[in-house]
């Protein structure tokens, strides 16, 4: 069964930059497997930020950036915000119709 | 403008079967490439996929849960409904569903979920 891991928590100082990453438990991550980004505040649905990889969606600002760097999947939050505190998840598609999504992120903006 | 929203009981037994709808808006479930999935969230937990249904009725499943889970839809009604069986406490999450846009593999509009509890 495939696992996708992320860092459990972060933290990154206002205006700060933050990179959280996107991994297999076994193998690596490319652009095969789609990578996406939801961030979610407590209570509230999942925003998606970044499809494809590196795709920003609709209305997400442009200091949300996705990549591949290395064997995972990466979301750079540049001039970090107060209101980026929120718990991030990436999803995996990993082939026959199926995604999976990381275990989440915690990030801390102080 | 593309909105979901989820339905269905609050509360369910040990072993009952949980049935849950999602009515959809500002798109057609036949439209060529549209799915429509769910997913669950374990009050402070992670997000789970579970299912998926395409606009030709192919359907997907998480392999974990697969046994478990079935997922239909009713075009004229623009529904998507998710059965569960055998519930368990630890099933108890907030339910959602969500839209999967055409030759995407990701989800970009949400319902605002519904939270299911298992418990006798």
């Known amino acids: 069964q495939t696992v996708v891991t992320q860092e459990p928590s972060f933290s990154v100082s206002p205006g700060g930059t933050v990179t959280l990453t996107c991994g297999l438990s076994?193998?690596?991550?490319?652009?095969?497997?789609?990578p996406s980004w939801y961030q979610q505040t407590p209570g509230q649905a999942p925003r998606t930020l970044i499809y494809?990889?590196?795709i920003r969606s609709s209305g997400v600002p442009d200091r949300f950036a996705g990549s591949i760097l290395g064997n995972k999947a990466a979301l750079t939050i540049t001039g970090a915000q107060a209101d980026d505190e929120s718990d991030y998840y990436c999803?995996?598609?990993?082939?026959?119709?199926?995604?999976?999504f990381g275990g989440g992120t915690k990030l801390t903006v102080l | 403008q593309i909105t979901l929203k989820e339905s269905g009981p609050t509360l369910v037994k040990p072993t009952q079967t949980l049935t849950l709808t999602c009515i959809v808006s500002?798109?057609?479930?036949?439209?060529?490439?549209?799915?429509v999935g769910w997913i669950r969230q374990p009050p402070g937990k992670a997000l789970e996929w579970l299912a998926l249904?395409?606009?030709?009725?192919?359907?997907r499943y998480s392999p974990s849960l697969k046994s478990r889970l079935t997922i239909t839809k009713d075009t004229s009604k623009n529904q998507v409904v998710l059965t569960m069986t055998n519930m368990d406490p630890v099933d108890t999450a907030t339910y959602y569903c969500?839209?999967?846009?055409?030759?995407?593999?990701?989800?970009?509009?949400w319902g605002q979920g519904t939270l299911v509890t298992v418990s006798s």
């Open positions: 249904i395409y606009w030709d009725d192919d359907k």
């Open positions: 999803v995996l598609y990993v082939g026959s119709g199926i995604s999976v």
């Open positions: 969500a839209h999967r846009p055409f030759g995407n593999f990701f989800f970009d509009y």
């Open positions: 076994s193998g690596s991550v490319s652009t095969n497997y789609y």
């Open positions: 494809s990889t590196n």
């Open positions: 500002g798109f057609s479930l036949s439209s060529s490439g549209v799915g």
